[in-house]
């Protein structure tokens, strides 16, 4: 009995994580308010982040099809991407997104002692200059404590994690993928897909589904920055 108790829990578990449940999403940003999960509005406007860029070959079709749509992003770059990358950075400020910090390597953040934590988000606001009037971090993994929090604030960061998580690193199939985001979509959400591989070259297809799909249904796919501006007014 036992067994079949806790048998239970675990689905339940997963299945809370996978869903993703709006109610769910609200408690945890209650828990710390410096964190960015949503944005409350009425206004039908959505940000889309995109994590672990840039690529040399995935980034430029990620580009092509937000320009397509009139769409804007913000991308949280690794460091170590970055590295022969420069021209693509300099294209997504070009087309008018924005450049979030996502530390140097791609480990979980959460595990650095507080010196590398604080040399790697250094280094990468070196190398993004992010000029928006907030800037923005997310760290490896999504996970995060306070001291973290503190760090980053003390560089001019606010960490920003999201609402709407396709499980896109696990998950491959890019009908599957944009089928999750377009049914968990509401004003004020946060979109985290992923760059930075190979075969992340299906967030460009979900992209392809999504952005169209968006804009039919009203919405405005923006920055972390524009969407909450939007929420301030």
């Not at 980034?59 to 990358?85: E, M």
């Not at 693509?88 to 008018?96: H, I, P, Q, S, Y």
Request: charged share 20%; aromatic share 10%; with cysteine.
């Amino acid at each position: 009995m036992i067994l079949f108790i806790l048998g239970i829990s675990v689905i339940a578990i997963l299945t809370f994580i996978y869903f993703q449940p709006l109610f769910a999403v609200r408690w945890l940003a209650k828990q710390n308010l410096k964190v960015l999960y949503f944005v409350e509005t009425k206004a039908k406007v959505v940000a889309l982040t995109i994590d672990d860029s840039p690529h040399a070959t995935v980034t430029p079709r990620l580009l092509d099809v937000l320009k397509q749509h009139s769409a804007h992003a913000t991308f949280f770059l690794i460091g170590n991407n970055i590295i022969g990358n420069e021209h693509l950075v300099d294209r997504m400020r070009r087309e008018g997104h924005e450049l979030g910090n996502h530390l140097s390597e791609d480990v979980a953040s959460v595990h650095l002692s507080p010196e590398e934590f604080e040399r790697q988000l250094a280094e990468v606001d070196k190398l993004i200059n992010p000029d928006s009037p907030q800037k923005w971090f997310r760290p490896g993994s999504g996970f995060y404590n306070a001291r973290m929090l503190r760090q980053a604030e003390a560089q001019g960061y606010r960490c920003a994690l999201g609402s709407i998580y396709p499980h896109d690193t696990i998950v491959r199939n890019p009908w599957i993928i944009s089928t999750f985001i377009i049914r968990k979509i509401f004003p004020g959400a946060i979109i985290v897909i992923h760059d930075g591989k190979d075969d992340r070259v299906r967030s460009a297809k979900v992209l392809r589904r999504v952005l169209p799909e968006l804009q039919r249904q009203g919405y405005e796919v923006v920055t972390l920055s524009q969407l909450l501006s939007v929420g301030a007014q």
